[in-house]
């Protein structure tokens, strides 16, 4: 069932919404009622004051983050409130913002919206109907190609009155399509007029949000400061929230300039994305004095999904005996431990680090119903626990055997081709020097198995061109997916999508199974539907051995200034920088 918020009656389906219900979920209930005075992982008492100061690498040419064209600038998020604001310990879960209320009928066919008359604009000015309709307008034909595709799903926009705007959709529309409208951002109208839209700015924006601009440096620095008159201060789903008194991004023009910078004290807060500098980096006087802290901090959001993907439109790659053979030549261990210093873990599913990840039991009841249909095209593996791959000289023996068994063979040290004597040989694309470590780590395993391996890295044009054609035998990338999967899902893994370039479906998947399964993740109406469709796919994913899964963190590795303080609840999708505060008494 859809929620509103407070009790409404929906003008389309008749249905009265329970009273209880406070936010608007993709999936299940949401979790705070019209009572809650906080979030979870807010703290209400935190101190106001201070200053953060973060590092941007590279430039930008813009203050407005909806265009195309120019590079935005770091924390313009901070500027803009939406109709309804996401909270990070619930998937996919909006709560009143802009929006005082909506109406959504059981088939999600339009949302009405209902504004909050408390809600203005920076300068004073209410925010209305007409500036929701301005956005609305403005983004479909000018916004980020991924807001024109959701806003030309919209069929009529109707103003009802000065705050109370309902938007129908029409063909091609999804259960998703009214969760995105609510997270619309509200442009003035007034400021936005006479202007283009589609083009780079360093005008300063009238906008509704808890900080303004009041510095811009271009390319290399950006000033916010708390809007002391904020209209939304007081509502729920924002106390204890923006605590900061000034937010700073200074600009590097790399990494490791930037590095350099926290370790003087040049910055407040670091996230490190480089497990050797975490590892060894941060072997600073500072930390040893307790002056910054390091912290793993826990999340529950799906990690990347980072992998050597078989391209399985070629051969011989459509053999999955020959895919697994390759999978068994990764000495994971050793890489994790030598590149990664032994903070990773091994990826076992394609969503790694979330409850959608399917476990290494049998399937449960919900799964088997799911799959039983399916059993005589599924391996048996779908339906029993998982049992780890051989390691060693095992996981060798087994990979030769494999590749005997698809008529592969060894003659003078080389494999080739039982029928034809070709070499067994395929060329690794690369997107950056980063990974060519780990990629000739794997050739070496390969090369003990008779088969050439060249490894090309390419630049990020040359590389996107052919990731978008589909034109490699493997390469080195990702997949990742948020805590409510979609109908992204079949672009992910659909046979429709694997013969459409610039789609997402690396590996070419073409199974009627996956097929069937991602449209159950796409039509499920509740948490369960959702989180078991999920677990069943990356089943039937995972059996296919489409990649070879390589690493990630599950956690995100933070390092602070000790005066700057978080709450002791970390939220399902992980550190949230606004609920953050400084103990320091450091004026800005």
Not at 8 to 28: I, P
Not at 138 to 162: E, Q
Not at 250 to 264: H, P, Q
Not at 448 to 465: K, P, Q, T
């Amino acid at each position: 069932m859809v929620m509103a918020f407070f009790l409404t009656v929906s003008s389309v389906s008749g249905a009265v919404w329970a009273e209880e219900y406070y936010g608007l979920a993709m999936h299940g209930t949401p979790k705070y009622g019209p009572d809650a005075t906080h979030l979870d992982y807010a703290n209400p008492d935190a101190p106001k004051g201070g200053t953060l100061t973060q590092a941007a690498i590279g430039s930008f040419d813009s203050l407005n983050p909806y265009a195309i064209k120019g590079t935005a600038a770091q924390g313009l998020a901070f500027v803009h409130d939406r109709l309804m604001a996401r909270v990070w310990d619930e998937a996919f879960t909006l709560y009143p913002l802009i929006a005082e209320k909506v109406d959504v009928p059981e088939d999600r066919s339009s949302i009405t919206i209902y504004l909050n008359k408390a809600a203005k604009f920076q300068d004073g000015t209410p925010i209305t109907a007409d500036d929701v309709i301005f956005t609305f307008e403005t983004l479909r034909d000018h916004g980020r190609p991924n807001m024109r595709r959701v806003y030309k799903l919209v069929k009529t926009v109707d103003r009802i009155d000065a705050h109370t705007i309902k938007f129908a959709f029409g063909e091609g529309y999804d259960r998703e399509t009214m969760m995105i409208i609510a997270m619309m951002p509200v442009l003035s109208k007034a400021w936005w007029s006479g202007r283009s839209f589609d083009s780079a700015t360093l005008d300063i924006p009238v906008a509704s949000g808890p900080y303004k601009i009041t510095s811009v440096e271009p390319g290399r620095k950006i000033v916010y400061e708390r809007d002391p008159n904020y209209w939304g201060a007081n509502l729920p789903v924002n106390v204890g929230h923006y605590n900061f008194d000034r937010i700073v991004f200074d600009y590097y023009r790399d990494d490791s300039v930037a590095f350099e910078s926290f370790k003087s004290g040049g910055m407040d807060l670091r996230r490190e994305w480089d497990a050797g500098k975490w590892a060894k980096g941060y072997d600073i006087p500072a930390v040893t004095r307790g002056e910054i802290v390091k912290e793993a901090l826990p999340h529950g959001r799906p990690d990347r999904t980072n992998a050597l993907i078989f391209n399985t439109r070629k051969a011989p790659f459509d053999d999955i005996r020959v895919r697994e053979a390759l999978s068994l030549s990764l000495d994971a261990p050793w890489i994790n431990q030598n590149m990664f210093h032994g903070l990773y873990k091994r990826i076992d599913s394609y969503y790694p680090n979330a409850e959608l990840a399917a476990p290494n039991t049998a399937p449960d009841a919900a799964e088997l119903a799911l799959l039983e249909p399916h059993r005589a095209q599924l391996r048996a593996s779908v339906f029993e626990a998982d049992t780890p791959d051989p390691t060693g000289r095992d996981a060798m023996l087994r990979a030769d055997t494999l590749l005997k068994e698809a008529g592969w063979i060894v003659k003078d040290g080389v494999r080739v081709n039982e029928k034809t004597g070709a070499p067994f040989t395929f060329e690794i694309m690369l997107s950056s020097p980063d990974d060519e470590k780990l990629a000739l780590s794997f050739t070496r395993g390969l090369k003990r198995l008779g088969i050439d391996v060249r490894v090309r890295v390419l630049d990020s044009a040359a590389f996107l061109g052919r990731l978008n054609e589909y034109d490699y035998d493997m390469v080195l990338y990702f997949w990742l997916s948020t805590l409510s999967p979609g109908s992204e899902q079949i672009l992910y893994w659909g046979c429709e999508a694997a013969k459409q370039p610039a789609r997402w479906n690396y590996a070419g998947i073409c199974d009627p199974v996956v097929d069937a399964l991602s449209m159950q993740i796409a039509a499920a109406k509740d948490r369960d539907g959702l989180v078991t469709a999920a677990r069943a796919l990356d089943r039937v994913l995972m059996s296919g051995r489409y990649m070879i899964p390589l690493f990630h963190p599950g956690a995100d590795f933070v390092a602070r200034r000790a005066s700057l303080k978080h709450p002791e609840t970390m939220p399902l999708y992980g550190m949230v920088l606004e609920t953050w505060w400084d103990e320091s008494g450091k004026t800005p």
